[in-house]
């Protein structure tokens, strides 16, 4: 059985049924209800990537000639894994009915290999580059500031879920997801093709196959800091809008709104709805 995500089986499957209307996953009806199915399946990848401390194997049953270093990168283990946990988590609906607390352990582990293991030598990419990898970083600092998205009724669902569950021994706050991610997109400046200047530290890391390609060259890294732009100028507003009208109050500032609406998310996977 294949795992891989982002691009690969399950989880890509998975974080593309997420885009779909919840009413398309779930309407109701017993043969027509999907969501059960996608939260019991994020569910055992939880506890599968908790065994294998953060990272997500490539493939069951284990293969013993398969590489002993796990892959680090959004196509291929704990990077994609958490695009699609910070996607479920994020849908007030799916996890007022489907969370589990081994879903923020999972988080919690693979985030600490992303960050350990995630300054991989193949760049500066997205699909497996040290861009990609921030950009898992920059989701969950969305997720964790500002909260899941859906209805009221959902959301208070969530929080009364969350209010009965022991809260997990280890966590990240939303500020440590930025730091890390603005880590991980400043130092993509020493990759080539972007660095042709410093040979000690652009040899540290290989030209692209397709130095200027979207998904393995600098188109993708120029993407990825636009969409910390746009992280940044939203949680500058709500800081200000916070400060200056109240705790909470950015939840119904226009601009606040609007800002947060230019996060598109990954090419190719319609994080906030677009493509």
Not at 101 to 108: F, S
Not at 210 to 232: D, F, R
Not at 252 to 262: E, K, S
Request: with cysteine.
């Amino acid at each position: 059985m294949v795992l891989d995500v982002l691009t690969i089986d399950i989880g890509g499957i998975l974080a593309i049924l997420l885009e779909c209307k919840l009413e398309e996953l779930g309407d109701g009806a017993l043969e027509n209800n999907h969501l059960p199915i996608i939260g019991k399946t994020i569910t055992q990848l939880c506890k599968l990537t908790i065994a294998n401390e953060g990272h997500l194997p490539s493939s069951l049953p284990h293969n013993p000639l398969a590489r002993r270093s796990p892959l680090v990168q959004i196509c291929h283990g704990a990077p994609g894994f958490l695009v699609l946990l910070a996607r479920s988590r994020g849908i007030a609906r799916l996890a007022s009915l489907e969370w589990e607390p081994c879903w923020d352990h999972a988080i919690y582990l693979a985030s600490q290999r992303v960050w350990e293991q995630g300054l991989i030598f193949k760049g500066g990419g997205l699909c497996h580059g040290i861009a990609g990898n921030a950009w898992p970083f920059l989701m969950l600092h969305n997720l964790f500031e500002y909260g899941p998205q859906g209805s009221r009724a959902d959301r208070m669902a969530f929080s009364e879920k969350l209010a009965q569950t022991p809260p997990p021994p280890q966590k990240y706050s939303a500020d440590q997801y930025l730091s890390r991610a603005l880590a991980f997109l400043l130092h993509v400046r020493k990759t080539q093709p972007f660095n042709t200047h410093t040979y000690e530290e652009s040899i540290q890391y290989r030209m692209p196959d397709h130095p200027y390609s979207l998904y393995e060259g600098l188109s993708g890294t120029m993407v990825a800091w636009a969409e910390a732009c746009v992280v940044i100028v939203a949680r500058l507003r709500k800081m200000e809008v916070d400060e200056v009208v109240g705790h909470g109050a950015y939840h119904t500032d226009g601009a606040f709104c609007r800002d947060l609406r230019h996060v598109l998310g990954i090419p190719g996977i319609a994080v906030q709805g677009y493509i």
